[in-house]
T-cell receptor
Framework: AQTVTQSQPEMSVQEAETVTLSCTYD???????LFWYKQPPSRQMILVIR??????QNATENRFSVNFQKAAKSFSLKISDSQLGDAAMYFC????????????FGGGTRVLVKP | NAGVTQTPKFQVLKTGQSMTLQCAQD?????MSWYRQDPGMGLRLIHY???????DQGEVPNGYNVSRSTTEDFPLRLLSAAPSQTSVYFC???????????????FGAGTRLSVL
């Protein structure tokens, strides 16, 4: 069974600084997708960024970027120029390519942004 | 577009009661799923569907039933509620076809359920 591990329960960052969230996963699949979701206090799950395993280039979305290390099964999220609105729970998620709607989530990392 | 709509937003049940959590999407998505989120944890898959008339179990299916009679709706039924089912429930949908779009799951706002 696939597992997703987020080892940091909480991270604190100063506004305008950079924070990196860790995620590791375990799978025997060779083709899959990885995601980072943001969950603010409203509970809404918001897709932040996604990465396809067969693409070597790391995905970026504005201030969000990932460091995808396939051999190490590592998928970290970097938030640059942190803003107060970035404060939320962040979840790493995994999905095999053949399993269109079966996401496996990590336990989450709470990000606190200090003004 | 309304996206994925879940009703109700909050519900309190007594042990043994039954209820149905509603989920509807207006994006013509083939795939729909139900997840539960317990305090301090990530989401776990309960049941999922790849199209009308087709459902299957996820990671934590016990105590829940689903059906998919239309593309738009995917209700989750609790037949006899237990305190262990106190959780926040999320419905999600996604495309089966459509290039890059099929990799994105759209989530509803969640239903907070308390079973006393």
């Amino acid at each position: 069974a696939q597992t997703v591990t987020q080892s940091q329960p909480e991270m604190s960052v100063q506004e305008a600084e950079t924070v990196t969230l860790s995620c590791t996963y375990d799978t025997s699949e060779s083709d899959y997708y990885l995601f980072w979701y943001k969950q603010p206090p409203s509970r809404q799950m918001i897709l932040v960024i996604r990465q396809e395993a067969y693409k070597q280039q790391n995905a970026t979305e504005n201030r969000f970027s990932v460091n995808f290390q396939k051999a190490a099964k590592s998928f970290s999220l970097k938030i640059s120029d942190s803003q107060l609105g970035d404060a939320a729970m962040y979840f790493c998620a995994y999905r095999p390519k053949a399993a269109g709607n079966k996401l496996t989530f990590g336990g989450g990392t709470r990000v606190l942004v200090k003004p | 577009n309304a996206g994925v709509t879940q009703t109700p937003k909050f519900q309190v049940l007594k042990t043994g009661q039954s209820m149905t959590l509603q989920c509807a999407q207006d994006m013509n998505h083939e795939y729909m799923s139900w997840y539960r989120q317990d305090p301090g944890m990530g989401l776990r898959l309960i049941h999922y569907s790849v199209g009308a008339g087709i459902t299957d179990q996820g990671e934590v299916p016990n105590g829940y039933n689903v059906s998919r009679s239309t593309t738009e709706d995917f209700p989750l039924r609790l037949l006899s509620a237990a305190p262990s089912q106190t959780s926040v429930y999320f419905c999600a949908s996604s495309y089966h076809r459509g290039g890059e779009a099929k990799n994105i799951q759209y989530f509803g706002a969640g239903t907070r359920l308390s079973v006393l």
